[in-house]
Structure formats: structure tokens, C-alpha cells
């Protein structure tokens, strides 16, 4: 039999909906542990800085994307129960407490809960707005929430993994038929012509192969001691270092070869956390180039939609969106990686792309993307077979 548990406030009496056995239902909302010192070290710290959280408010495109997604959406929060998971300055529960929420939980990990809840007091919402230090895995609630907020996208989309931890908080405390604002989240490719970005790694990398040859050369010069033995092993970690190792850029149109692909589609009522946390397979997309010359490399950016849920669907749908743009850029810019050396292309042709994305052994929050890569020419004529022109697999790295 399920468990209800009835509340009176006031003299009307509240039922908080049953909740999972890891739901620790109780009387009171309780704050959980903090993340271990590993975790803490390679990026919850990192939130618990003003000038860090401040960057994140100042991209407009991020904070007002939510803005609006939650302010022109109200029905969606009047009344409801809402939790918001990884709240920092807990701006995302007050969009919610001003567009009508009863009650939101805001769940920060790091000491930022700590100037959070002054924020909060000196919004005049401390009696909507309940601020949870902890991990979200591990704090407890008195009922399940009709709404879960979040900002948790990092570069290309997965980096950070904290979709982990929204998709726990889904799985103990999302009512049935409650949404997830956003409700969705695309990952796309887009492939690249010339861009200035790509020469410049090439052009460090193999200044490191001058660099260790001169070193080389001093060292048996002065110290009667031959380095040559370490060349190639050196050369390896210059290689993934500066050709395998993505970078942040803020391109913008002009730059891309093709329109973007999508890649990875996700529904965050639906994916689960286990194909998150080991997938077991790539993911692929066919990108059709629109100009002829040499494609430099690639691009990842990702799209979040603000749908609601099935059972409670927004009047107005949002979209964040971090496309390459000759307009005001957003923090996370896009993921470049290169072609080296280049793929010679031709408008019309496409590129087929397969990408195995997984974590890195050393940092799980670190993505490493197995890729391989076929560009087809154009069909010569009607139902005839497309010609395989190039082919590569490669390795990187987003740190």
C-alpha cells in the first residue's frame, strides 16, 4: 500500500503524492551532503565564485531564454510545485515564484546556496522560495514537484554531466506528467571551411616539433644527454593536445561549409540515465556541404526547446539556441574541431559522421567523441551508386 502523507496548514489539509522509496518523503524539506572532494575539485567549485554565476546572468540569450520560457508560460507554474536543480543564485526560482509557483526548491550543491538565500530574502520571496545546500542525489523533499527547471547544458551540450543529476531529481521527485523546462535538447554538427581558429593549432603543433628538436639539440650540446628516444611519445601529447583537443569559438555563419545536422536528439522525460552514463553505440548524422573548398574541421552546438510536458504544454514555446550567429554570442560559443589535414570537399557532396560520445576515464565530467568520417560525391546520375572520396577516423578530446 502507498504511503500518503497529509499536512495541515491553516486547517485545509495537504496530500503530498506518494513518493519512491528513495524519495525520503518527510515532514520538511531536508538539505543533503556535499559533493565528495574529487567531484568538488574538478567542477562544482568552480559555481561557488559570484564572478562565475555573473558570467552565466550576462549572457543574454541563456537568461533570457528561460525569462521568457517560464514568464510566458505561467500556466505551467501557477500553482505548482517546482524544483530547481543546480539553482546558483537562484535566478531560475524566481522567474518560477514570480510567474505564480506555490513553492520552489532550489538545490545548490556548493556555499553559493549560502548568498543564494540572500538574494532570495531580498527578492521578498523566502516564503515561496526554499533554498536546499546539497546535492541533489542526496537532499530529501516533502512531496513530489509539478516542474523541474534547470540550467545544466555544457560545452557541446554534454560536458559537465550534470543532465545526470536533472535526471535523478526526474526519477525521485517529477510528478506524473510534470515537465522539465526545457522539456528538450539537440546536439548538432555542422562542418567548416575556412577558419582561422584550426591553422593556428596546426601551426603551434609544429612548433612543438621544432621546440623538441632544439631542446634535443641543447641538451646533448651542454648536458652530453640524448632526449631523441622521448621525440615521438612527445609529439603524441602535442598532437592530442593542440589537434585532438576541441576549443571554444564564437563562429559565425560565414564560417560553415553545410548547415548543421543533428546529431543527438533528446526528450528529458524519456532518456535514461544509464544511456547517459554508458552509451552502446555512436550516434551519427549526414551533413550536406553547400560550398566548394577545403573543410577545415567541424562544429558542435546544441539547441534546448521549452515545451512542457504531454499533459501540461506551453502556450508559447522557447528555444535556446548556441547556433553560430552574426549576433550577440552566448558563453558556451561553439566546440571546434579539426581536419588535418584538410577534407577537400565539393558542394553537393556529404559527409557521413559517427561519433561514439564517451566520458573520460580520468574525469567523468571530460567527453572524448570516437569519430569517423566518409565524404560522398554526388550521384552521377539516377540510380546510380555514390562515390566514396575520403575517409578517417580520429580521436578528440573536450576538456
Not at 85 to 94: F, P, R
Not at 122 to 131: E, H, K, N, R, Y
Not at 134 to 146: A, F, H, Q, R, Y
Amino acid at each position: 500500500a502507498s504511503l500518503i502523507l497529509r499536512l495541515r496548514v491553516r486547517g485545509t489539509p495537504k496530500v503530498c503524492p506518494p513518493m519512491a522509496t528513495n524519495g525520503f518523503i518527510g515532514e520538511e524539506a531536508q538539505e543533503g551532503k556535499a559533493p565528495n572532494a574529487t567531484d568538488n575539485a574538478n567542477y562544482f567549485c568552480e559555481y561557488a565564485y559570484l564572478y562565475h554565476q555573473m558570467d552565466m546572468l550576462e549572457d543574454a540569450h541563456r537568461t533570457g531564454s528561460y525569462f521568457n520560457a517560464i514568464t510566458w508560460n505561467r500556466s505551467c507554474f501557477e500553482g505548482k510545485t517546482v524544483l530547481d536543480v543546480g539553482a546558483g543564485t537562484c535566478i531560475l526560482s524566481i522567474f518560477a515564484a514570480k510567474a505564480g509557483a506555490k513553492k520552489v526548491f532550489a538545490v545548490e550543491a556548493t556555499d553559493m546556496a549560502v548568498r543564494s538565500r540572500k538574494i532570495v530574502e531580498a527578492q521578498g520571496l523566502s516564503d515561496v522560495i526554499q533554498v536546499l545546500q546539497g546535492t541533489v542525489e542526496t537532499i530529501s523533499l516533502p512531496c513530489k514537484v509539478d516542474v523541474i527547471v534547470s540550467e545544466w547544458m555544457g560545452y557541446f551540450l554534454l560536458r559537465e554531466s550534470m543532465l545526470d543529476s536533472v535526471l535523478v531529481a526526474r526519477d525521485r521527485f517529477l510528478k506524473p506528467g510534470g515537465s522539465l523546462f526545457p522539456s528538450h535538447a539537440t546536439l548538432y554538427l555542422a562542418p567548416l571551411g575556412s577558419v582561422k581558429a584550426c591553422r593556428e593549432k596546426l601551426e603551434m603543433f609544429k612548433g612543438e616539433e621544432e621546440h623538441f628538436d632544439n631542446f634535443n639539440e641543447t641538451m646533448e650540446q651542454w648536458y652530453e644527454t640524448d632526449f631523441s628516444c622521448m621525440r615521438e611519445q612527445f609529439l603524441k601529447e602535442q598532437r592530442k593536445y593542440y589537434l585532438q583537443t576541441s576549443a571554444f569559438v564564437n563562429l559565425q555563419p560565414k564560417n560553415m561549409n553545410g548547415s548543421g545536422s543533428p546529431l543527438l536528439e533528446l526528450d528529458l522525460l524519456k532518456v535514461t540515465l544509464e544511456e547517459m552514463q554508458a552509451p552502446k553505440e555512436p550516434v551519427s548524422c549526414s551533413i550536406r556541404i553547400s560550398k566548394d573548398g577545403s573543410l577545415e574541421g567541424f562544429t558542435g552546438y546544441f539547441t534546448t526547446p521549452f515545451r512542457g510536458s504531454p499533459e501540461c504544454p506551453v502556450k508559447k514555446e522557447v528555444v535556446l539556441t548556441t547556433e553560430p550567429t552574426t549576433g550577440t554570442a552566448t558563453h558556451w560559443g561553439q566546440q571546434l574541431f579539426g581536419f588535418f589535414p584538410p577534407i577537400v570537399a565539393k558542394k553537393g557532396d556529404t559527409l557521413e559522421c559517427s561519433v561514439f560520445i564517451r566520458r573520460q576515464e580520468q574525469n567523468h565530467r571530460l567527453l572524448c567523441l570516437d569519430c569517423s568520417f566518409v565524404l560522398y560525391g554526388e550521384a552521377s546520375g539516377y540510380g546510380s551508386d555514390r562515390q566514396e572520396k575520403h575517409s578517417r577516423k580520429e580521436t578528440y578530446y573536450i576538456d
